[in-house]
């Protein structure tokens, strides 16, 4: 693996953070400084809500623009992967061994792309670092601050 601050997406999820950006600066940035220029005109800025929210609106857009930023310098691109070995990018189907008809599927992604509504899971997530470089067939120990369990891998796609 890369280094800490590498950040992993698949192609679709450096596409929406580009938007998220881009939105960002050129559509937030200049509605909140019209925002301010409002507020700031409307007189006391001791008592003025309005500013206050304007003000905290841009340092969350700034905070984000920053963030967004660092995460692009810093991007891996899920490309291709292996079905031989489960990694980040591999969608895996598992059986838990104490529940043999409960089948999960899961899409391993970057810690940015993890949605688990939508079955994705993170690569740093406990279950994602006990199947990384396990094989089909392989049952492996999931460590969860619950304690620990064990699962079997079914497919890897």
């Known amino acids: 693996m890369a280094n800490k601050n590498t950040v992993y997406l698949t192609q679709e999820g450096l596409e929406d953070l580009k938007k998220e950006l881009d939105n960002l600066i050129?559509?937030?940035?200049?509605?909140?400084?019209?925002?301010?220029?409002?507020?700031?005109?409307?007189?006391?800025?001791?008592?003025?809500?309005?500013?206050?929210?304007?003000?905290?609106?841009?340092?969350?857009?700034?905070g984000r623009i920053k963030q967004l930023e660092k995460m692009l310098e810093n991007v891996s691109i899920i490309?291709?992967?292996?079905?031989?070995?489960?990694?980040?990018g591999n969608t895996v189907s598992i059986k838990y061994v104490d529940d043999e008809d409960d089948i999960e599927e899961y899409k391993i992604v970057g810690s940015q792309e993890a949605d688990p509504f939508a079955s994705k899971i993170s690569n740093e997530s406990p279950i994602a670092?006990?199947?990384?470089?396990?094989?089909?067939?392989?049952?492996?120990?999931?460590?969860?601050?619950?304690?620990?369990?064990?699962?079997?891998?079914i497919e890897i796609k």
């Open 26 to 62: 050129n559509v937030r940035r200049p509605e909140n400084i019209i925002a301010i220029k409002e507020a700031r005109s409307l007189g006391d800025l001791s008592e003025n809500a309005e500013y206050d929210a304007a003000r905290n609106e841009q340092a969350q857009i700034e």
């Open 79 to 88: 490309k291709e992967v292996s079905k031989d070995t489960v990694g980040i």
């Open 129 to 153: 670092k006990a199947l990384f470089d396990h094989k089909v067939g392989d049952v492996v120990t999931v460590e969860s601050p619950n304690g620990s369990y064990e699962i079997e891998i």
